[in-house]
């Protein structure tokens, strides 16, 4: 099994920065893909970004300019530094590991609230 740790969710005013970190452990052979997703109040989860092993990093339009996604391979860990919050990016983040063998995994979440 593959256990997800994630951490740096709190409570932040508009225009703020936090930092959220997954470290993954467990069973872990070879990692394809790290990502965050988020899901607010009565909406589907949602992408936010993704980064793939070999440095190539996707972002949902409504986050670009704002967030980055950065990994550290050795620690199985990646990260999601979050600027220029607003408050639509309030929500429940949630960190996902794909590893090459298509098998994938969620962590447990992690609240993220944006006061305006």
């Known amino acids: 099994q593959v256990q997800l740790v994630e951490s740096g969710g709190g409570l932040v005013q508009a225009g703020g920065s936090l930092r959220l970190s997954c470290a993954a452990s467990?069973?872990?052979?070879?990692?394809?893909?790290m990502g965050w997703y988020r899901q607010a109040p009565g909406k589907q989860r949602e992408l936010v970004a993704q980064?793939?092993?070999?440095?190539?990093?996707n972002y949902a339009s409504s986050v670009k300019g704002r967030f980055i996604i950065s990994r550290e391979n050795a620690k199985n860990t990646v990260y999601l530094q979050m600027n220029a919050l607003k408050p639509e990016d309030t929500a429940v983040y949630y960190c996902?590991?794909?590893?090459?063998?298509?098998?994938?995994?969620w962590g447990q979440g992690t609240q993220v609230t944006v006061s305006s």
């Open positions: 980064i793939v092993t070999e440095g190539i990093t």
């Open positions: 996902k590991v794909v590893q090459r063998s298509g098998y994938s995994s």
């Open positions: 467990g069973s872990i052979f070879s990692i394809l893909l």
